[in-house]
Structures are given as structure tokens and as C-alpha cells.
């Protein structure tokens, strides 16, 4: 099971809208211990977004989406899921209770007007959905399958995704927390360092090992930052590493 993230919609793939989420998404995971495994930006494709919806149920991965939940023609979020799980979408009967208690007390008009009823399709889930609750308007999003859909609007989204994370996804705080070391390596080649490198993956279980280069850096200059990333045997892992590095090839990297 992995931790997703879906960023939906044709403004942030054209430029008309700055993502604001996925540095947001990542400092709330952080902040629980969660470790994001993978983020797509997708636009309001409904074929595209089938797709990536039945790949990630289809891997029972945990995925939190932002945008594409409104009743405009150019929402597809909605009807892609349902039609990934292979299910009808069906006008929740809370999701009705809440956006008509938003109509009448943004003095909205008649619950029976055109706009009203079109309103209540923003409550049409997969079946099988519950909610998610909106502090902002009372318009909810919903969650089907592990998976958490919310608007894209940051003023709503942000409050929503931490409504999942510190309820139905508390059980996940603490998962990903990982521990790292790192040196830094001067006057070697990343390709010479390959081969322990591996050594090192196949030696320890559950350990990853990362290489960053930087030709540039205003105070390193040109290194690679060379460590790795675990939990248990990360010290031993390292020290292992460390090791087997040509002598005087690395200094502690900087805390």
C-alpha cells in the first residue's frame, strides 16, 4: 500500500493556476510522520483520470485528491471514480441535507430553482461513498475506497485533508518516519559510487540508499551528498558505508 496524491485540473497544467498543494499536502504528512510515495497532476480528462483512478484502487493504495469535484461541465473527478470502481454515482443523502441547508442560508432562492437542483449534483458520489466534511461552505467532499476527494480550492481543501489525516488516516501517523545519514563525498564520480551503493541495498533489508549530486552549491561547491534512509539498521547500514568510501573521500555532512 502506497500513500498518494492527485493534483486535478487543466488551470494547474496551463499555467492559469500555481499549484499551492503539494508543498501544503507534504508539510501536514511530515508533521504525522507519513511519507508520500507519489503525486500525479492531472487535467479534467475523464479517460485519463478512469485510468489513473483504477490503477491506484486497483494497488489498494491510500490517495488523497485535490479539484475536479464541482457540477460544472468541466468536472470529471465525480463520475471518473465511480466509473473506475465500476459503480453508479448517486446523490448522497446527507451530501442533499447539507447543500441545501448552504442554499438557504446564502439566501439562494427557491431549493426547487434550476440552480439548486444543479447544485445537488455536486452531492453525487460513487455509491458506497462517505463524507467529507466541509468547513467552509458545508459542501462536502466524499471518500470511496481509501480514496479522499476534496475541491481544489486550497481554503477548503487544506481543512478537509486534515479532517482525513487526523481521522479515518490516523491509524497511518507514524508509518513513514524514516531515519537519515549522509556524508559528503568530493572527488568522485556518482558512477564509481554505484556499486557500493548496491552492495549496501542488498546488505541491509528495507534500507535506500540516495545519491545527490551538486555542481553548484553556494557553499559545498561541487559534491555529492551520499547517505542512507531506514529505520533500524540505518546506523549499521551507514557505518557500513561510510566505511567502504575511499579514504579521505568524505566529510560529515553538515546538520
Known amino acids: 500500500m502506497g500513500l498518494g496524491l492527485y493534483i486535478i485540473g ?3 497544467l496551463s499555467g492559469k493556476r500555481q499549484d499551492k498543494h503539494f ?3 507534504l508539510g501536514l504528512l511530515q508533521a504525522r510522520g ?3 510515495d507519489w503525486v500525479q497532476y492531472l487535467g479534467d480528462d475523464p479517460a485519463l483520470l478512469r485510468s489513473a483512478f483504477a490503477i491506484s484502487f486497483g494497488r489498494g493504495d491510500v490517495a488523497l485528491s485535490c479539484g475536479g469535484i ?6 470529471h473527478t465525480r463520475q471518473s471514480a465511480a466509473a473506475a ?7 448522497h443523502p446527507e451530501a442533499k441535507v447539507l447543500i441545501q441547508q448552504r442554499v438557504v442560508d446564502a439566501g439562494l432562492g427557491d431549493l426547487d430553482s434550476p440552480a439548486n437542483q444543479q447544485r445537488l449534483h455536486m452531492g453525487m458520489f460513487p455509491r458506497g461513498s462517505a463524507l467529507i466534511p ?4 458545508r459542501i462536502p467532499g466524499f471518500s470511496v475506497r481509501g480514496h479522499y476527494f476534496v475541491p481544489g480550492f486550497p481554503v477548503m481543501a487544506w481543512p478537509m485533508l486534515e ?16 531515519v537519515e545519514r549522509s556524508v559528503i563525498v568530493r572527488h568522485v564520480m556518482e558512477s564509481d559510487l554505484t556499486p557500493l551503493m548496491e552492495e549496501v541495498e542488498r546488505r541491509f533489508a528495507g534500507i535506500k540508499v540516495f545519491s545527490l549530486p551538486s555542481v553548484d552549491h553556494p557553499v559545498l561547491g561541487r559534491h555529492i551528498e551520499l547517505g542512507v534512509k531506514g529505520g533500524a539498521d540505518v546506523d549499521t547500514a551507514f557505518a557500513y558505508l561510510r566505511d567502504h568510501l575511499p579514504q579521505g573521500s568524505w566529510e560529515n555532512a553538515p546538520e
Request: charged share 20%.
Open 10 to 12: 487543466d488551470e494547474i
Open 34 to 36: 507519513m511519507r508520500l
Open 134 to 137: 466541509n468547513p467552509y461552505n
Open 85 to 91: 470502481l465500476g459503480v453508479p454515482l448517486e446523490l
Open 163 to 178: 479532517w482525513v489525516l487526523d481521522g479515518p488516516l490516523a491509524g497511518l501517523h507514524g508509518s513513514g518516519r524514516q
Open 70 to 75: 464541482g457540477a460544472t461541465p468541466d468536472d
Open 23 to 25: 508543498p501544503q499536502v
